[in-house]
């Protein structure tokens, strides 16, 4: 009995990892886009301002 709720748990702890993992791997590719656009954008008004002078 004790091994059968022992395993339960181990497996949902497991899951749960293996979830969280794949959970935060699409928050950080989405975060890393984010930045990028921010990053694009910044270079492309300091484009701007440069051609301005």
């Known amino acids: 009995m004790i091994r059968r709720i022992f395993v339960s748990l181990l497996t949902t702890v497991f899951f749960a990892g293996v979830f969280g993992t794949l959970a935060g791997?699409?928050?950080?590719?989405?975060?890393?886009?984010?930045?990028?656009?921010?990053g694009k954008a910044i270079k492309d008004e300091a484009r701007e301002q440069k051609n301005k002078m």
């Open 25 to 38: 791997c699409n928050t950080m590719a989405g975060a890393g886009q984010d930045i990028e656009q921010g």
